[in-house]
Antibody, heavy 119, light 113 residues
């Protein structure tokens, strides 16, 4: 059974940094691209970053480019999101999602971890 | 960026009724080399993370009831629920994966009368 479990939930001040983790199990993690997607309270879904199975390519939404960094450690079956210069508009539920076999749809999602940026 | 427009924003139906919802993209999602449409549909029930229903515009995921039907090509897509059940109460999102940035529609909220 595929499982994705995010961690790193918390309340942080504007301008600060935070790192999220997502531990994967139930599939061969090193064979699949992975994504971070967020959802602000009462809002829709926003894709923010993807990373290829071997970390050879990474893509970001303009809203986080230059501030967030996606990475992975295939030996630990873990996906990361390093978030710097956090803003109030980054307040959201952050989901880790597995990429599909042949396309960048999201076939499994974690339960999410909440990040609140507020003074 | 490819803009995804979903209509209606909300819809209320009775159990057993048929419901359709639309998703339009600002450019074609049909890749000419493989004739596939790079469009997915997700269901997000209250308090839960989204669940993939359909990929490639019309390919139902394993375990998804056959009352969920995806159709369309190019820029116009539809999700049909042939006979709505009470458990289908959710927000439905479309997503294009033709190009980055990957983008979602704003969602259609399905309410059960």
């Amino acid at each position: 059974e595929v499982q994705l479990v995010e961690s790193g939930e918390g309340l942080v001040q504007p301008g600060s940094s935070m790192k999220l983790s997502c531990v994967a199990s139930g599939f061969t993690f090193s064979n699949y691209g992975m994504n971070w997607i967020r959802q602000a309270p009462k809002k829709g879904l926003e894709w923010i970053a993807l990373i290829y199975y071997d970390s050879s390519s990474k893509y970001y939404a303009d809203s986080v480019k230059g501030r967030f960094t996606i990475s992975r450690d295939n030996s630990k079956n873990t996906l990361y999101l390093e978030m710097n210069s956090l803003r109030s508009e980054d307040t959201a539920m952050y989901y880790c999602a597995k990429g599909g076999l042949w396309g960048w749809y999201f076939d499994f999602w974690g339960p999410g971890t909440m990040v609140t940026v507020s003074s | 960026d490819i803009v995804m427009t979903q209509t209606p924003s909300s819809q209320a139906v009775s159990a057993g009724e048929k419901v359709t919802m639309s998703c339009k993209s600002s450019q074609s999602l049909l890749y000419s080399e493989n004739k596939k449409n790079y469009l997915a549909w997700y269901q997000q029930k209250p308090g839960q993370s989204p669940k993939l229903l359909i990929s490639w515009a019309s390919t139902r995921e394993s375990g998804v009831p056959d009352r969920f039907i995806g159709s369309g090509s190019g820029t116009d897509f539809t999700l049909t629920i042939s006979s709505v059940q009470a458990e289908d109460l959710a927000v439905y999102y479309c997503e294009q994966y033709y190009d980055t940035p990957l983008t979602f529609g704003s969602g259609t909220k399905l309410e059960i009368k």
